[in-house]
């Protein structure tokens, strides 16, 4: 049996999860810092660094506390050493490097990417090779996995990541921040159909999202006040999926994958959710809800499936394409 403590600081979320054997959470706290930067219309990085100073303890004593566990019994601390928001990672990062030393146990520095794809071994039976879209505020990839360690990128964004376009819209058509579930929950209400967006034409697996980003602006300026946003949002959300599920499909067919993986907080979309299970020949795993955006449990699980200790290695996937 082998017992991870993880710790994630990579954004706006304080968490810190114990899980055993990279599957089975024993204890999870998260303080999330969505309130304090919805008066900004989005994360600003100095204030993200000093609430998670105020959080950081408070999440490692509860979820030691209310889980039971000793210390002793763990087998490493796992904290995220990027990528993410510098001042925040080295508030949680610092914190795992100290308990490190004051437990005596081996750190894990673990990649943020790598632990959003792990999110989907908690509770499953699943096991590489299979094909993971990833698509997070920061990233959109596609992802071939032969193994736990080993990645192979096949295609990216070429410019925004997705839920970054969802939340650069959401602004746009007066929706708050985070952008991307207040479209995925307003689009329920519009039409689909009711504005043509384009896909972005690039060639492959690569995406681009800015063109579709600048085809809302462009409409939008022309439209009357007040705007049909959930039409916008329905609009624009299927335009996003469309190409996520398209280039996805496509990718497990032509690697023959066995299995699709969906990871990162725009993996939480209703929509991308659903059409993908509808279209796949293959079952697709995705992780429930809460373990879309950043948490701390799929760090500990990552250290489980992937990490290394921090003096030899990462657990960062290979970064070729
Ligand atoms: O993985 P994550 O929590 O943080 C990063 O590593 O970036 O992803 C956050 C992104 C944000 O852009 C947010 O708007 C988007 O995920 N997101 C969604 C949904 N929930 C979160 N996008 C579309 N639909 C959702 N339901
Ligand atoms: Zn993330």
Redesign the pocket.
């Known amino acids: 049996m082998a017992l991870y403590l993880g710790i994630e600081s990579?954004?706006d979320?304080t968490a810190c999860a114990l899980v055993e054997d990279g599957r089975v959470v024993k204890g999870s706290c998260m303080l999330s810092q969505t309130s304090i930067h919805e008066t900004f219309g989005g994360v600003v990085p100095e204030v993200a660094a000093r609430q998670h100073l105020e959080a950081i303890n408070v999440v490692i004593a509860k979820t030691l506390s209310e889980s039971g566990v000793q210390p002793s019994e763990l087998t490493a601390i796992a904290g995220t050493a990027g990528?993410?928001l510098v001042g925040t990672l080295l508030v949680g990062f610092s914190a795992a490097k100290a308990l490190s030393w004051a437990w005596d146990k081996p750190l894990i520095a673990v990649d943020?990417?790598m632990a959003?794809i792990c999110a989907n071994y908690i509770d499953t039976d699943l096991e590489p090779p299979f094909v993971a879209l990833l698509?997070?505020?920061?990233?959109t990839q596609i992802i071939h996995f032969t193994d736990y360690k080993n990645g192979r990128i096949i295609g990216q964004t070429r410019d925004d990541?997705?839920?970054?376009a969802?939340?650069k819209v959401?602004r746009l058509i007066g929706l708050g921040?985070?952008?991307?579930?207040?479209?995925?929950?307003l689009s329920v209400q519009g039409d689909k159909n009711a504005f043509k967006f384009p896909e972005g034409q690039v060639p492959g697996y690569d995406f681009s999202f800015s063109g579709l980003k600048t085809a809302v602006l462009r409409v939008v300026e022309k439209l009357p006040q007040p705007l049909p946003t959930a039409d916008l949002a329905a609009s624009f959300?299927d335009a996003?999926v469309r190409v996520l599920v398209k280039k996805t499909l496509l990718a497990q067919k032509e690697l023959g994958a066995p299995r699709i993986v969906l990871?990162?907080?725009?993996?939480?979309?209703?929509?991308?959710r659903a059409r993908i299970n509808e279209q796949s020949p293959v079952p697709v795993y995705c992780p429930p809800?809460s373990l879309?955006?950043?948490n701390a449990v799929m760090v500990a699980s990552a250290a489980h499936f992937c990490g290394e200790e921090a003096t030899l290695g990462t657990g960062v996937y290979s970064r070729q394409t």
Do not use: F, M
């Not at 921040?177 to 929950?185: E, N, S, V």
């Open positions: 990579s954004c979320e990528p993410g943020h990417l959003h698509v997070s505020g920061g990233h990541a997705a839920g970054e969802y939340d959401a921040y985070p952008g991307g579930p207040a479209i995925d929950k959300q996003v990871a990162g907080g725009v993996a939480a979309n209703r929509e991308l809800l879309c955006t950043d």
